[in-house]
């Protein structure tokens, strides 16, 4: 194995396969960072471009997108509160925070940084235990599902407004928005007024779009008159590169457990990386020194949810690999590229085609380095976008939401929806309602009705369905999950007031 | 002879002005190809296999362009409204065309305002087990089934789709009862087979014969062994009169002109001709074929004679 490892290592390091590999990566930056324009797409039209390519070579760029995009969608997400892709939304929660400090620059090498440490965390974990993790990830049944998507709701009490009340409603609210459109199972079509258009449901990005970016630059930018999009202005310096880096590698259980977690969602065929970060970003929160400081800008939030949505990547590529089966989106695009070349995921791909399939891995692998290495560099003119004036950056910024709404599906509809979005986000963030709920619900909703119904379907045909859904081993720690979880903020409550019941006694006795 | 004048130029000019179009050669402008589905699926696969040599044969650019949602309705119900002269075509999946109005009533548009030009691939649609399950032919399948009512699970891909409509016809032809477990998509209906999270698994070919190592194929719902992987007994051999696939062609708005689809048909036949292409399909685990446009226009209407009463029955 640690031949083909080498043999995958030269591959990459060819001139030409290097020069496409860095052309990937720059690709999937763009593709990564323009909301509406997803890794799904840029690989999709690069595999013809691949067809006349050696295999070798075509994987190599592929790569190079995949990674990239998994880093660009944070840019957006910092800068301007919009996630460049669904699974960058817990970026926002502190990336946007942070530029509004003036401190974008920070964030944005912090996300570069972190992405890379995400990704080859769970490249190392791919080549060295594709397989018997690919027999793990068979064991997500609709039970787990089902209680994967409960778990990630009760990151709902994580995300606090301030109000536990407000949260639980805007979560209702994604989760009734989730089942407009086509039901996942039965196929009936719900909820659609008539439009024909909706039977395909909300595309969870013109929500984001809607929800996320246009309250902000209708709140800062029109309502309140500000002449620039954040207060402070940037000044990137090289000092900034190396304070956070060093900072971050200072956090090792931090970054450990970011890439755990999204490796981990990751190789559950399904799941995705949307709620990867989520689940990664509730946890760095839950387990600092000071939780207080998340979701105020800092740059321990930026790296927990980059680190994991960068390792999904890899993580979603072992089941493909091992198994032939795709656990996200772009890499279904890549089992089709691995067809088209005459090559059988799941049989063949770890004996022989060895050497193809760890070029692709040692590309995903060198993929993460050039992920830091430009995030750095490329800081220096992200961050600079927010010294715009507003007059000139929020038409811009208002042309893209359009642009982005309408690419997804080429759909005007997407559009209106987007503003009707982007209207009740404006009025629902003056009454203090965060808007990540709204966006988990939607994204969970769907996961958490198919699992149930499927769990009911086949828990009916076996006698009981309680006990299919329950006496099964990931069900049970999952089950455990969503009661810390949803119990966590009480104990958090005790344990406050615990502490400052010691000090107001250590006050007295002094 | 002065209004006789005037009458000539008039109709010189209609001639020349109003109706361009009927002395342009087609194509003489780029062509819109839609794919109702997402990016990367198969359908997006065959469009850009096609691509490249329908530019070639048409001499114009084809895009490609995507309409996903509400499995393919979405992209459907826009080619309907489209105009009908030949610069937009879509993909068409049967019996996705079909078995959509028959279920949801209002699915934005009719399956016959959907004009095919050819059809070029089938996936025949196979029932598979796991290679150490207990049923090793179908009739122990049957047999079991027969004892244990609604016992069996099987998962597959969507409801009012090709894999439920061939469980329901199974089940009436049998005389048995499973259990039908439906998951949005064929890879997550993959997934949890091999995860064993249900008994058996109705898939497409491709899928089938990718993962023939791990499982085995009880029928198959061809006429005719499918032959990349000859062995599986089909449904008809066994006696259950089940013909079961998903077809992939190409279809244009309703009241194109005929010459203009005379035309798309020869390209997309011709590419369907290349042995090349049809190597590469056998590959995969598809059927190639090289339906003109009136074979597919009565080979869909057989389809909704068939499909129209099984449908009737099962939804309440």
Redesign the interface.
């Known amino acids: 194995m640690f031949d083909s490892i080498f043999i995958g290592l030269e591959q990459v390091f060819h001139l030409q396969n290097i020069i496409f590999l860095t052309l990937g990566v720059f690709m999937g930056i763009i593709f990564g960072a323009l909301p509406g324009l997803t890794a ?2 840029g ?3 690069l ?2 471009f691949t067809f006349t390519m050696a295999p070798a070579t075509g994987l190599i760029m592929l790569a190079g997108i995949y990674v990239g995009a998994m880093y660009g969608d944070s840019i957006p997400a910092i800068l301007i509160n919009t996630p460049g892709t669904p699974a960058a939304i817990a970026t926002t929660f502190d990336g946007f925070p942070l530029s509004q400090k003036g401190m974008a620059q920070h964030g944005l090498v912090a996300a570069a940084f972190s992405s890379s440490y995400g990704s080859l965390t769970a490249n190392i974990v791919l080549a060295l235990a594709a397989p018997p993790l690919a027999l793990a990830s ?5 039970p787990e599902y089902f209680w994967l998507a409960i778990f990630g709701l009760t990151i709902i009490s994580t995300i606090s407004s301030g109000s536990i009340f407000k949260d639980l409603l805007a979560g209702t609210l994604g989760l009734m928005l989730s089942t407009i ?2 039901a ?4 009936d ?1 719900r909820l659609t007024f008539g439009f ?2 909706l ?3 909300i595309a969870l990005i013109v929500a984001l779009i809607g929800f996320f970016c246009l309250p902000e630059i209708l709140n800062s930018v029109i309502g309140q008159r500000k002449r620039t999009y954040s207060a402070v202005s940037v000044k990137p310096s090289f000092k900034v590169i190396r304070e956070v880096i060093s900072e971050l590698i200072r956090k090792p259980t931090l970054m450990l457990r970011s890439s755990a977690i999204g490796t981990i969602i990751g190789f559950a ?2 799941a995705g990386g949307n709620i990867a970060s989520m689940v990664s970003y509730n946890e760095a929160a839950r387990w600092d020194k000071n939780p207080e400081e998340f979701g105020k800008g800092t740059i321990k939030g930026v790296a927990a949810s980059e680190a994991a949505n960068s390792a999904m990547a890899p993580g979603s590529l072992i ?1 493909l690999l091992t ?4 656990g996200s ?1 772009p890499a ?2 890549i089992l ?1 590229a691995l ?2 070349h ?1 090559m ?4 063949e791909m770890f004996t022989t085609h060895a050497d193809v399939t760890f070029s692709f891995i040692m590309g995903l692998l060198v993929a993460a380095f050039l992920v830091t290495f430009i995030g750095s560099f490329g800081s220096f003119f992200f961050a600079r976008i927010i010294n715009i004036p507003s007059r000139f950056l929020a038409p811009a910024i208002l042309f893209m939401t359009v642009l982005g709404s309408y690419a997804i ?3 005007m509809l997407d559009v209106w929806i987007m503003f009707v979005f982007g209207i009740i986000g404006y009025i629902s963030s003056k009454l203090k309602f965060h808007p990540a709920p709204i966006v988990l619900g939607l994204i969970l909703g ?1 996961f958490a009705e ?1 699992g149930l119904v ?1 769990s009911m ?2 828990g ?3 006698g009981s369905v309680i006990s299919y859904m329950v006496f099964r081993p990931i069900s049970l720690i999952l089950i455990f999950m969503c009661l810390l979880s949803a119990l966590w903020p009480l104990f958090a409550a005790w344990r406050m007031k615990k502490r400052q019941g010691l000090v107001s006694q250590e006050d007295a006795n002094a | 002879m002065k209004n006789a004048t005037r009458l000539f130029t008039m109709l010189f000019c209609t001639l020349i002005f109003a109706v361009p179009n009927l002395f342009a050669a087609y194509p003489d402008r780029p062509i819109t190809y839609q794919i109702p589905f ?4 198969q359908s ?2 065959e469009a ?1 296999r096609q ?2 040599r329908l530019e070639k044969i048409l001499g114009e650019k084809v895009i490609v ?7 393919g ?2 992209g459907w ?1 826009k080619m309907v409204k489209q105009r009908p002269n030949g610069y937009f075509m879509s993909g068409i999946n049967i019996p996705h065309i079909i078995l959509q109005p028959l ?2 009533g ?3 548009y009719k399956t016959e305002q959907l004009v095919p030009v050819a059809l070029f691939q089938a996936t025949p649609i196979g029932l598979a087990v796991m290679k150490d399950s207990q049923f090793k032919s179908l009739s122990d399948l049957v047999a079991y089934a027969k004892k244990h009512k ?4 099987c998962a597959g891909s ?4 090709g894999h439920h409509i061939a469980y329901l016809q199974f089940q009436k032809a049998a005389g048995v009862k499973l ?6 998509g064929a ?2 209906s ?3 087979f ?5 008994a058996a698994l109705w898939a497409n070919s491709n899928d089938l014969f ?2 023939r ?1 791990k499982i085995r194929v009880l029928a198959f719902g061809t006429e005719k062994p499918f032959p990349p992987m000859p062995a599986v007994p089909t449904f008809k051999d066994q006696g259950y009169n089940i013909l079961a696939s998903i077809d992939r062609g190409v279809g244009v708005p309703p009241k194109t002109p005929k010459n203009i689809i005379k035309t798309l048909e020869k390209a997309f036949l011709s590419i369907s001709r290349n042995p090349q292409v049809k190597q ?1 399909m056998l ?2 685990g598809f059927v190639p074929l090289e339906m003109d446009a009136a074979e597919a226009t009565a080979y869909i209407r057989s389809k909704v004679v068939e499909w129209a009463p099984v449908v009737k029955e099962f939804k309440k």
Not at chain 1, 138 to 142: D, E, I, Q, R, T
Not at chain 2, 158 to 161: L, M, Y
Request: aromatic share 4%; no cysteine; net charge positive.
């Open positions: 799904t797409m690989l999709a039209l595999v013809p068979l064991m997500f049944g609709p459109g086509m996942p199972i039965g196929g079509v024909t258009d039977q395909g449901g065929p399904g089941p198994l032939g089966i795709p989106p279904a695009v089709g067809m088209l005459g059988r995921p799941g049989a599906r080429n759909s769907p198919e499927q379907l086949a009916g045909a076996s | 997402n990016p990367g699926g997006d696969v850009r691509q490249p362009q995507y309409k996903p949602g509400g499995g309705s979405i119900a279920a949801r209002n699915a934005g609604g016992a069996v699970t969507g409801t009012w789709s259990t039908y477990v439906p998951y949005k890879s997550p993959v997934a949890a091999l995860g064993r999270h249900v990718q993962h190592d590469q590959d995969a």
